[in-house]
C-alpha cells in the first residue's frame, strides 16, 4: 500500500470556487480553439470543466467544503420540478422527493427508493444530488410511465458523528420508509460513501442481533424477526461508483487521478474522521470488497470507467459474481467517466442521462418480473 502524505487543506470560500469555475468556462475552450491538447485528457470541454472544478471545490478545508455546498444545495434545489418535501420524524431527518402517490395505490408493486448520498460520511446533504435524482425519476417516468418517490436520508457526518452512527441511521431510514408504506417494495440506492453505506446495511440486516459484531452495535434491531422484516421488505440495491474499499489510496488512482476529481488527500482526511478508534480497515462492513455477498438482494451497478475506484468496483463485482448462490447483478460501465456521473448532470448530462436510462430500465425489470 501506497503512503499517503497528510497534506493541508485549504480553505476556499463559495466566491473562490465560483470565481474559478467563471474562469474555466472562459478560458477552457479557448485553449482549445488555440490547439492547446486537454488538460483533462480525451474530456470535452464541458467534462473538462466539470472534472476541475469539482476537484478544486472538494480539495477544501471541511469548513469551506461544506459551506460551498450547503449554498450550492439551495440553489440546485430550486431548479428541480419535483416537489420537496422535509421530514423529521422520530429522529429520522430527511427530505422525500417527488408528490405523494395517489390515494388507494399503496398496494402498487411499484417499490420506493431510499438514498443515502455521498460525501465522504462528512460532506453533502440530502438534497446534494437532487438533480441527478430528480433525472432518475423523470427517465422512469418518460420511458417506463412509473412514479417512484425517494425518501433521501439526512444522516449524521463525521468528524462529529463517527461510524456506526450512520448506518444506525440508515437502517431507522429503512424502517421508517416500511412504516409509511407497508405494501410497497424498497430498494436501496446510494452513490460512493452512499454506496458503501447501502452495502454495510444489506450485510447488516443478514445478520442475526445476536451475532458477533467487533465494534457495531445494533441499537435499532431488537429482534431476529425485525431484522428479517425489514431485509425482505428491500428487493433490490442500486449502487453508483460504490466506496467498496477504504484502504486509501485506491487502487486505480494511479491510472485515472488525471481523469477523475476525487482527491487522496482529501479521501485519507473522511477516512479518518468517520472511522472508530481500532477499526480494521478490512472489516466488511467498511470495506464491502472482503463481504460475504450470499443471499443479497438484486443490485445494479454504474461505475466510470477513469475514476479512481473503478478497479476496487471491478474487485466487488468479481467477488458478487462468485456468490452462490448466484446474485442477480446488472452493471453499467460509463466508460470514459469520472466518478458518480448519475449524480451531476450539470456537469455531465450526456453521461447522466445515460445513467438515469440504465437505472430506469433496471428498475422497470423489477417491476415486471
Known amino acids: 500500500m501506497v503512503e499517503v502524505p497528510d497534506v493541508p487543506a485549504p480553505r476556499r470560500s463559495l466566491l473562490h470556487c465560483l470565481a474559478f469555475l467563471v474562469y474555466l468556462?472562459?478560458?477552457?475552450?479557448?485553449?482549445?480553439?488555440l490547439g492547446y491538447e486537454p488538460i483533462v485528457p480525451e474530456s470535452s470541454i464541458r467534462t473538462e470543466i466539470g472534472v476541475r472544478f469539482i476537484r478544486y471545490s472538494i480539495e477544501n478545508s471541511l469548513e469551506g467544503a461544506r459551506a460551498f455546498e450547503a449554498a450550492t444545495s439551495k440553489l440546485v434545489s430550486m431548479s428541480v420540478p419535483d416537489k420537496l418535501t422535509p421530514v423529521e420524524d422520530d429522529g429520522i431527518r430527511g427530505v422525500w422527493i417527488g408528490d405523494e402517490y395517489e390515494s388507494g395505490h399503496d398496494g402498487s408493486n411499484e417499490p420506493v427508493i431510499v438514498y443515502f448520498h455521498g460525501g465522504g460520511y462528512s460532506t453533502c446533504s440530502a438534497l446534494t444530488y437532487v438533480t441527478g435524482l430528480s433525472g432518475i425519476r423523470k427517465a422512469l417516468k418518460k420511458i417506463h410511465n412509473i412514479n417512484m418517490?425517494?425518501?433521501?436520508?439526512?444522516?449524521?457526518?463525521?468528524?462529529?458523528?463517527?461510524?456506526?452512527?450512520q448506518l444506525n441511521e440508515a437502517i431507522a431510514a429503512i424502517e421508517y420508509v416500511a412504516k409509511e408504506y407497508p405494501n410497497r417494495p424498497i430498494i436501496l440506492m446510494g452513490d460512493s460513501a452512499g454506496?458503501?453505506?447501502?452495502?454495510?446495511?444489506?450485510q447488516t440486516l443478514k445478520k442475526s442481533p445476536s451475532d458477533k459484531l467487533p465494534w457495531l452495535k445494533l441499537y435499532l434491531i431488537h429482534a431476529v424477526d425485525k431484522a428479517k422484516e425489514?431485509?425482505?421488505?428491500?428487493?433490490?440495491?442500486i449502487l453508483i461508483s460504490p466506496w467498496v474499499d477504504i484502504v486509501i489510496p485506491p487502487t486505480s488512482h494511479e491510472a485515472n487521478h488525471a481523469y477523475d476529481f476525487t482527491s487522496i488527500h482529501t479521501l485519507k482526511r473522511?477516512?479518518?474522521?468517520?472511522?472508530?478508534?481500532?477499526?480494521?480497515v478490512k472489516d466488511p462492513l467498511l470495506s464491502p470488497v472482503f463481504a460475504d455477498l450470499s443471499g443479497f438482494c438484486p443490485m445494479f451497478i454504474h461505475y466510470g470507467g477513469r475514476e479512481s475506484f473503478a478497479s476496487d468496483i471491478?474487485?466487488?463485482?468479481?467477488?458478487?459474481?462468485?456468490?452462490?448462490?448466484?446474485?442477480s447483478l446488472d452493471v453499467f460501465v460509463e466508460p470514459k467517466a469520472p466518478h458518480i456521473?448519475?449524480?451531476?448532470?450539470?456537469f455531465f448530462p450526456d453521461m447522466a442521462e445515460r445513467g438515469h436510462v440504465a437505472i430506469a430500465h433496471f428498475v422497470a425489470k423489477l417491476i415486471s418480473s
Open 25 to 33: 468556462w472562459t478560458v477552457t475552450p479557448v485553449r482549445r480553439l
Open 149 to 165: 418517490r425517494i425518501f433521501s436520508l439526512e444522516y449524521s457526518l463525521a468528524p462529529e458523528s463517527k461510524y456506526p452512527t
Open 195 to 202: 454506496g458503501n453505506l447501502v452495502l454495510a446495511v444489506l
Open 230 to 237: 425489514l431485509k425482505n421488505r428491500v428487493s433490490a440495491a
Open 270 to 280: 473522511m477516512t479518518q474522521w468517520f472511522l472508530p478508534d481500532g477499526a480494521d
Open 314 to 327: 471491478e474487485r466487488f463485482i468479481e467477488a458478487a459474481k462468485k456468490a452462490r448462490p448466484a446474485l
Open 341 to 346: 456521473t448519475p449524480m451531476m448532470p450539470p
